[in-house]
């Protein structure tokens, strides 16, 4: 994949997709290409976090950074 963390946060919208086994997966779209990434809620950064069904890319940055290194920022569509 050859997007920049920057392309990716700014001016878009992080929308929760769903949540299994304390995962959240949220989606962003994308030059009209859907990517999900997954945020582990159980780490404990969350205990103070609120998950919201849309949220600004940016403000999730560093999962969406997290997951761009793991092989985790996929496309889905």
């Given at each position: ?17 769903y ?16 990517y ?28 969406i ?13």
């Amino acid at each position: 994949m050859n997007l920049s963390i920057k392309e990716i946060v700014k001016d878009n919208k992080a929308n929760l997709s769903y949540i299994c086994n304390a995962v959240a997966y949220y989606n962003i779209i994308i030059k009209e290409k859907t990517y999900q990434f997954e945020i582990d809620t159980t780490e404990d950064e969350w205990k103070t976090t609120y998950l919201y069904p849309e949220q600004k890319a940016i403000t999730l940055m560093r999962w969406i950074n997290k997951c761009l290194k793991n092989d985790k920022f996929i496309r889905i569509k």
